[in-house]
């Protein structure tokens, strides 16, 4: 069974007169414990294919299916139980919530999804310590750097071990070596969770990790290729 | 449970996010519940106290009366009950007090003027439970018995005749066989009142004198009665219902005063309006607070969703935001409303206005009333009102599509 499924999706948006066509009948199958990689251009369509997968948002056609389900024709609050279950989410603004800490950041899906507040607790300390946070549990973002901040992210996506995680652009805003640190963070797991990663981005050192690369133009698949991981 | 820990943490730190506008709001609220609360306690110990001083004037709790008096209250309808019937009858029955009065239109004229007036022929120490006049504060004194043969005037209607303590006045009045029933009496006291309205309606006599002058014999007009409690008065109705015929009508004060009988419903009804004006004010700055709150978090809204909170948590979770401020607003508020009415409890006097205060019915000294459940009814109403105002704002938080929320700037 695949981890994601993908049938001749397509997605329009309207920009004043013009119509943009960011999925045009794409097809794909991602098997569990893949480590993908979609490249494009701007506007070729990696983000609008990240979001279907996540069910943040519904195609014109087509269908999308997790892990055996078909979530396109799903409800919101199916949605996100799907997504509160299944799912990790790596944004590349960060995306942490402002008002709570570092740990309450990790602790937030957690909290969500009703686990109990000493098995929350330890595994937060133990996730942030894994990303190299330690110490800095009870900062709030706007006193982190932005590097700081995605690495609290990447640890709120996988703290619960989601099947799947989705990153759009996780290295845009992180230094050289925060990039690498974060990128062999996600190999780990995926080699020793059998987590399946999808990540959209331009960064040639990303690509170097990614097992296989898949790359899109104007809404299509122009290549998809396996490689050896870096 | 947890999902309300969660929503509930959520809410209280972003309600201090902008500690500013908070505060502002949270001043609103306690402003507007504390003037709710404070010309509630005001309005209220105005009625209640015209209830008070009305009942004691005129009704008591219960009154017993001929059955066509209330029609009629001339002095064909009494009640046919001999002072001794009436010992028997009530004098151990337990009543807070009681007492029997004649009670009939009069005239009362000196060498100069003439009024129209209400006649009361008291027994003075059964009465003095119900008086108004305060006995030892009587220009000159008051009627001593039954068989006293003075008159005692309020003082405004003295004014307003142009006689005094020593003088001489003439009442008239019908007996029950329509003849003129009159008699001259020596003005003994003048009395005051907190309305002028209440001196110059009444005068009293004795009771015998009275009834000697209308030539009743021992009958009465009216007999009435006081229970502990003029807002509970039907232990007294049921009481004093067993202890009559038929050939009496029993009634509440709310009956024999339908005017006070309907301010006391009015002045409930008037508080929930007040209590809704000044909220429909409030709820423009606190359903404001709110679109702002929501505004400058959408991207934080579309995460949440995005991570896999639901819709309904996110509605939830602003209306949390919205009940803790009302919570925090109306906690201060009351607080402030103790704080401000209980120093004034002892009375505010308002003898600037209180000849326009007359008018309806009011004294010159205001006792403001900390009624609790005026201030559980306010801040309920609030509450509910402003769960009710808050869910707009909510239920739009709770509609954004997360990938559209989290990508604004």
């Not at chain 2, 019937?85 to 009530?90: D, N, S, W």
Request: glycine letters at 8%; hydrophobic letters at 45%.
């Amino acid at each position: 069974m695949s981890a994601v499924r993908c049938i001749d999706l397509c997605k329009t948006y309207r920009q004043g007169d013009v119509d943009i066509k960011a999925l045009d009948h794409l097809s794909v199958d991602i098997e569990k414990g893949e480590f993908v990689c979609l490249m494009s251009p701007s506007g070729g369509g990696k983000t609008t294919l990240l979001n279907a997968i996540g069910g943040l948002d519904i195609p014109d056609s087509g269908e999308v299916w997790i892990a055996g389900e078909r979530i396109d024709q799903m409800s919101k609050g199916e949605l996100a139980d799907l997504r509160l279950a299944n799912i990790g989410f790596v944004f590349q603004a960060y995306n942490l919530i402002p008002v709570l800490t570092a740990q309450e950041n990790v602790e937030f899906v957690m909290q969500v999804q009703g686990v109990r507040a000493a098995e929350r607790r330890e595994k937060s300390f133990a996730i942030l310590e894994e990303v190299g946070l330690k110490g800095l549990e009870t900062r709030r973002p706007a006193e982190m750097s932005g590097g700081q901040q995605q690495r609290v992210a990447v640890a709120r996506a996988i703290v619960s071990r989601p099947e799947l995680v989705l990153a759009d652009e996780p290295t845009a805003n992180l230094d050289s070596k925060t990039s690498t640190e974060l990128m062999e963070l996600f190999t780990e797991l995926n080699e020793n969770h059998n987590t399946t990663f999808v990540i959209a981005t331009h960064d040639q050192r990303v690509q170097a990790y990614a097992k296989r690369l898949v790359r899109m133009l104007d809404g299509r698949i122009v290549d998809d290729i396996e490689q050896h991981a870096a | 449970m947890q999902m309300f820990f969660v929503l509930s943490r959520l809410a209280w730190r972003y309600l201090w996010r902008n500690h500013r506008r908070t505060i502002v709001m949270l001043s609103a609220i306690a402003v507007g519940t504390w003037a709710m609360i404070f010309m509630t306690a005001l309005t209220r110990g105005m009625v209640d106290q015209m209830i008070v001083d009305g009942i004691s004037v005129i009704p008591g709790h219960v009154q017993i009366h001929d059955p066509e008096y209330l029609d009629d209250p001339s002095v064909n309808n009494r009640v046919a009950f001999s002072d001794t019937e009436l010992a028997t009858r009530f004098g151990d029955a337990g009543f807070t007090a009681w007492a029997a009065r004649v009670r009939v239109p009069a005239v009362v004229t000196s060498e100069r003027e003439s009024r129209g007036i209400t006649l009361l022929g008291i027994d003075p120490a059964a009465e003095k439970s119900f008086s108004f006049v305060d006995y030892d504060n009587v220009d000159g004194r008051f009627l001593e018995g039954p068989n006293d043969k003075g008159i005692v005037l309020g003082a405004k209607l003295a004014d307003t005749l142009e006689t005094r303590v020593g003088k001489r006045v003439v009442l008239m009045s019908q007996d029950p066989d329509n003849e003129i029933a009159d008699r001259g009496f020596r003005v003994v006291g003048l009395f005051h009142a907190e309305m002028e309205t209440t001196e110059e309606s009444y005068a009293f006599v004795g009771k015998h004198t009275a009834q000697n002058m209308l030539r009743i014999g021992d009958t009465v007009s009216e007999v009435v009665f006081l229970g502990e409690d003029y807002r509970d008065v039907e232990p007294v109705y049921s009481k004093v219902v067993g202890l009559v015929d038929d050939s009496v009508r029993v009634s509440r004060w709310t009956e024999v005063d339908t005017y006070l009988g309907t301010m006391m419903g009015m002045m409930d009804g008037f508080m929930l309006i007040w209590v809704i004006v000044i909220f429909l004010a409030l709820s423009f700055g606190l359903v404001n607070t709110l679109v702002m709150a929501v505004f400058e978090r959408i991207r934080e809204i579309g995460l949440m969703l995005a991570l896999g909170m639901k819709p309904s948590s996110i509605l939830g979770q602003i209306l949390i935001e919205s009940m803790m401020l009302l919570a925090v607003g109306l906690a201060i508020g009351d607080l402030l409303a103790w704080a401000t009415i209980k120093p004034l409890e002892s009375g505010i006097d308002i003898s600037v206005v209180a000849k326009g205060m007359e008018m309806f019915g009011a004294a010159s000294v205001l006792y403001p009333n900390l009624d609790i459940d005026d201030v559980i009814l306010s801040n309920v109403v609030v509450m509910i009102l402003g769960f009710l105002a808050s869910l707009s704002p909510a239920w739009r938080a709770s509609r954004y599509e997360p990938v559209e929320a989290i990508t604004k700037v």
